[in-house]
């Protein structure tokens, strides 16, 4: 075998190729899964029966099922309905729908620890729902979330290794692959395992300061 | 001006209004005094409809308060509220929270509105603290603020649910001295209290709430210096004298 500096060259391209695919799976299916969330969240506190019910069976419904097999249905099942989607467009899907819920109950969380007082104020300065949700729950309720949500973002992160499963070639598929074909299991996974810490530490990092900052904004 | 005629009020079997007639005059300060259970938050809560009630009437020029109704929502423009414990927005500074309502619920012009909550503040001897946070001021402080972010609406009348009550005891003096000052100028005001001297002084009408019905009504004076009712001597002793 060659030098170990040799083979990190010769894997690294091919990983970094996974390493980019795993940060747009991530991105993609973080920026939908927030905004499904928050509708969620919305509608579970909106008050009105006929919002709150639906959300609240959706968020149970999908929350019962495990990633994999939701991967599983999206891409093998949907075509046969007529919905043909890429192992990439099927992967982001899958995981946004999955982490809608539980950043959906993250948001819910923040928007029910918010103050009664806030709600009583800001109906007493003539405030209709929506108006005050926009202006004086939700900025409270994000900074309660922060935290938490930064949890569901690192944990998004790591199970984006999960669409390896439908052959979307992120991080951890490249990595199988690079195994497989080189037989060297340590050098490679050590070095996946080595990619996903790079962003995982700095995501925690850029989390803690985000939090203070805003903690110190009050 | 705000008129009460008959008002009931349960919650689930628990009566906790049980009849009220009353009226506020425009101008007036009329202070709602009682043992605490006596209904007076419950009673002052369903005039901006952050309490619905069950029966009765209440009325505000003439328009009836509906909890449910969409007009509640024009309303609470009209009248303003001051919490017992301020609920500032915590994400704003002073001079934000003042100028909520004015320019996103009103649709006023923002440097207008700013030019008139600045001078609020300043009324209320905030002027050194309108950048800062709720969190950064006192108590006192903050229910000036708030009192200062009610006057912004240029209401009809303001409701104020006991506004020293959790204060502590040398920050009192400094909000009184403010609705001192709005009474003066012939604010109406119905304020939840427990400070007789101040209602003594400053209140043209002294309503004592007892179990949920008006036990005593009549000019701050007669109530507060010669009650005819036994349950509102019983009170104003044990208010006045509690050791």
Redesign the interface.
Known sequence: MSPLSERIQEYLPLLVTGLWQTIAVTLLSLVLASALGLMWALMRSSGSRWLSLPARYIVEFLRGIPILVVLFYIYFVMPEVGLDLTAFQAGVMGLALTYSCYIGETFRGGIEAVDRGQIEAAKSIGMKHGKMMRRIVLPQAFRIALPPYGNNMVMLLKDSSQVSVISVAELTMQGKMLASSTFDNMTVFTMVAALYLCLTIPLNFLMRRVELKMGAAT | MIRFENVHKSFGKHEVLKGIDAEVDKGQVVCLIGASGSGKSTLLRCV???EDYQSGRISIEGETIDAHAASI??I??RV??V?Q?F?????MTALQNVM??PV???GEDRDEVRARAEEHLRRVGLAEKMDF?P?ALSGGQQQRVAIA?ALA?RPDAILLDEPTSALDPEMVGEVLSVLRDLAQEHMTMLIVTHEIQFAREVADGVIFLDQGRIAEHGGAEEVLSRPQNPRTQEFLRRVTHPI
């Open positions: 901006n409809g952050l929502h024009a609470r423009t303003a509220m919490f414990r609920n500032l927005f915590p994400h909520e309502g996103h619920v009103l946070y969190s972010r609406m």
